[in-house]
């Protein structure tokens, strides 16, 4: 079992840069590939980033590409995402999560349904 907690998130003005963080319990983590997802209120969760377990592949949202990084330290247990030139319309709460399937794939990976364990939330709220 995996227990995921993020950080990090809170208010900034939109074109500013926050870092996410999300630590995972256990000594398995390097095991498991990463993910980042978003939901904003009255929307479906939305896929942000992923990487895999030792970091060799990383796959991102066509929406966030070229602007958010992830990235992922396996001895400190967490997987970051920095995020830069933030939009208001990307207000929403960041998950992250872990796959525990060894097969790299950007189909599997983008898909919520795929992952087996999710940490609580954190809230980002971009101001205009």
């Known amino acids: 079992q995996v227990q995921l907690v993020e950080s990090g998130g809170g208010l900034v003005q939109a074109g500013g840069s926050l870092r996410l963080s999300c630590a995972a319990s256990g000594r398995t983590f390097g095991r498991y590939a990463m993910g980042w997802f978003r939901q904003a209120p009255g929307k479906e969760r939305e896929f942000v980033a992923a990487i895999s377990q030792s970091g060799t592949y990383i796959y991102y949202g066509d929406s966030v590409k070229g602007r958010f990084t992830i990235s992922r330290d396996n001895a400190k247990n967490t997987v970051y995402l920095q995020l830069s030139s933030l939009k208001p319309e990307e207000t929403a709460v960041y998950y992250c999560?872990?796959?525990?399937?060894?097969?790299?794939?950007?189909?599997?990976?983008?898909?919520?349904?795929?992952?087996?364990?999710w940490g609580q939330g954190t809230q980002v709220t971009v101001s205009a």
């Open positions: 999560a872990a796959a525990s399937d060894s097969i790299w794939s950007p189909v599997r990976r983008r898909d919520a349904n795929n992952y087996d364990y």
